[in-house]
């Protein structure tokens, strides 16, 4: 899967947060998790939560 650079406004103290809970390194690291897990919401959604049957 290929990566594209994006800019993005978000609040630095929830940055910081996931940082400090989830234990990553860079800003990278603790929002890169989000758009994955959305997207696997929608595939689920899209599917009727049939992802991974058959």
């Given at each position: 899967m290929s990566r594209v650079r994006i800019n993005i406004e978000i609040e630095?103290?929830?940055?910081?947060v996931i940082m400090d809970r989830f234990g990553v390194r860079t800003k990278t690291e603790a929002v890169d998790p989000a758009p994955?897990?959305?997207?696997a919401a929608c595939?689920?959604?899209?599917?009727?939560g049939?992802?991974?049957?058959g």
């Open positions: 630095d103290l929830y940055v910081n994955c897990q959305m997207t595939v689920s959604h899209d599917l009727g049939h992802v991974g049957v």
